[in-house]
């Protein structure tokens, strides 16, 4: 006998997928550095940061909360290391800059909402959907959505801080259904990472949408895809769910 699908749960993806800083992070860290009297090339710090970034995350996995440190402490030392890539070697002189960058970070006008975000959550409000944020982020993450006028769509947030465990860990996204109290049939994430969203939420027995920039897709990535779970942009999302939950499901 055939059933129709329904999905009640939407978890989002947010950096790239619902947001996207406004400026580069090599030219927010030197206007941050020039305020502070530091001549820096933005390139320099954006190269240095990718550095900087990847190495941390690779020494203290989600923010280093299992090993002791804060997500504070741990931003903290990337802008530390960053500076210190880059040439700057006074790590006295880069306190300040840290600090100020910290706190940046979580104001609204570092951060711009993408186009058509809004108007599909709101539309995936009148359908009745619930929306839930699963996110690599930290504790900022909620000052940030509220600031840009996004977390009233959302039922929770929920960081990879909070959880303990990052995508696409399955731990994250068993926490976000057991909040939602949905099964995993009955919910879909959204994201643009083919590896942390794409596949972690498929992994644990979620429907999954790509969301895909304007640069072309890795062959092997869109040879793994469906077409009909590829979204160039979120307006594409809702007509996806149409075509998703119109698939009759074989019992």
């Known amino acids: 006998m055939a059933h129709r699908l329904q999905i009640r749960l939407l978890t989002w993806d947010v950096k790239d997928t619902l ?11 030197a206007t941050k550095a020039r305020a502070h009297g530091l001549e820096v090339e933005a390139a320099t710090l954006g190269h240095a940061f990718r550095q900087a970034y990847m190495t941390q995350s690779h020494s203290f996995p989600n923010y280093g909360l299992s090993q002791g440190l804060t997500s504070r402490r741990w931003w903290l030392d990337v802008v530390l290391h960053t500076f210190h890539l880059a040439g700057v070697r006074d790590a006295q002189a880069v306190a300040p800059i840290a600090e100020r960058l910290y706190e940046d970070f979580c104001k609204p006008c570092t951060w711009q909402v993408l186009e058509g975000a809004e108007a599909t959550l709101r539309g995936c409000r009148e359908r009745g959907l619930r929306l839930a944020v699963v996110s690599n982020f930290d504790r900022r993450l909620e000052d940030i959505l509220r600031g840009l006028g996004l977390r009233e769509h959302f039922d929770f ?13 399955p731990r994250i996204f068993h926490e976000a259904l057991r909040l939602a109290r949905v099964d ?4 879909a994430h959204i994201g643009d990472s083919y590896h942390c969203d794409y596949k972690g939420a498929l992994a644990v027995g979620m429907h999954s949408f790509l969301v895909v920039g304007p640069e072309p897709l890795d062959p092997a990535v869109k040879g793994s895809v469906p077409q009909e779970c590829l979204l160039p942009s979120l307006s594409h ?9 119109g698939s009759p499901l074989e019992l």
């Open 237 to 245: 999302l809702l007509p996806a769910l149409d075509c998703l939950e």
């Open 184 to 187: 995993p049939a009955g919910a």
């Open 19 to 29: 947001l996207r800083l406004r400026h580069p992070v090599g030219e927010e860290y």
């Open 157 to 169: 947030v929920l960081t990879s801080e909070a959880a303990g465990w990052p995508k696409p860990h």
